[in-house]
């Protein structure tokens, strides 16, 4: 994903629609290899499409928001990124490097009106997920005592905050990188005693 790529993704979205007041960026591939499996080719495989090319992206559409007096662009990052889980050292490290470009953007852009936040999934029920519970007896009820709310989310968990930032209602916000995940990157909770 080259800046050329993106400007060109760019283009055929304006040219679509004609202008973009919010961009989500929620392209990513997760990457589950200890640093002992991780090769050169693995890493940059991971990093062109979580990092790379969410940027090329926004950097293509930014001017568009920039003379349209604003916008939001909200990036999806990974609790991985705060967490820091095992054998996930490639994609918490894409996702750590979002959180950082949503920071610096935030204040490049601040004073164009464009707000940029991202929102930190945590343990969200998806297909992959199911697949991990058909293939690992007791991987999800293990997960799910990590959460303090001791509950897997929802796509509409994630929806709803996307909305938000989407809105008129986090006009004041920026540069924020939130968990969305029932408290397990900043409370979470070990395993509860049997009896």
């Given at each position: 994903?080259q800046r050329?790529?993106g400007?060109?993704l760019a283009?055929?979205v304006l040219?679509?629609?004609?202008?973009?007041?919010?961009?989500v960026?929620n392209?990513?591939?997760?990457?589950?290899?200890?640093?002992?499996?991780?090769?050169?080719?693995?890493f940059d495989?991971?990093?062109?499409i979580?990092?790379?090319?969410?940027?090329?992206?926004t950097?293509?559409?930014?001017?568009?928001?920039i003379?349209?007096?604003?916008?939001?662009?909200?990036?999806?990052?990974?609790?991985?990124?705060?967490?820091?889980p095992?054998?996930?050292?490639?994609?918490a490290?894409t996702?750590g490097?979002?959180?950082g470009?949503?920071?610096?953007?935030?204040?490049?852009?601040?004073?164009?009106?464009i707000?940029?936040?991202a929102i930190?999934?945590?343990?969200?029920?998806?297909a992959?997920?199911?697949?991990?519970?058909?293939?690992?007896?007791?991987?999800?009820?293990?997960?799910?005592?990590?959460?303090?709310?001791?509950?897997?989310?929802?796509g509409d968990?994630?929806?709803?905050?996307?909305?938000?930032?989407?809105?008129?209602?986090s006009?004041?916000?920026?540069?924020?990188?939130?968990?969305?995940?029932?408290?397990m990157?900043?409370v979470g909770s070990?395993?509860?005693?049997?009896?």
């Amino acid at each position: 994903a080259q800046r050329k790529s993106g400007t060109e993704l760019a283009e055929r979205v304006l040219d679509a629609v004609g202008g973009v007041d919010v961009l989500v960026n929620n392209a990513g591939i997760p990457m589950r290899k200890t640093p002992d499996q991780l090769t050169e080719e693995d890493f940059d495989l991971v990093f062109s499409i979580n990092v790379r090319s969410l940027l090329m992206l926004t950097l293509g559409l930014g001017p568009s928001m920039i003379e349209r007096g604003g916008g939001s662009v909200i990036n999806i990052s990974s609790i991985a990124s705060l967490r820091g889980p095992l054998g996930r050292v490639a994609y918490a490290g894409t996702k750590g490097a979002v959180d950082g470009m949503t920071r610096a953007l935030a204040a490049d852009w601040g004073p164009s009106g464009i707000r940029v936040n991202a929102i930190c999934p945590g343990l969200i029920a998806t297909a992959i997920w199911e697949d991990n519970r058909n293939n690992i007896p007791g991987l999800i009820e293990q997960l799910e005592e990590q959460i303090a709310l001791k509950r897997w989310g929802d796509g509409d968990d994630i929806a709803d905050v996307v909305l938000f930032f989407a809105s008129d209602a986090s006009r004041y916000m920026t540069g924020e990188v939130v968990a969305v995940d029932g408290g397990m990157a900043r409370v979470g909770s070990a395993p509860r005693p049997k009896g």
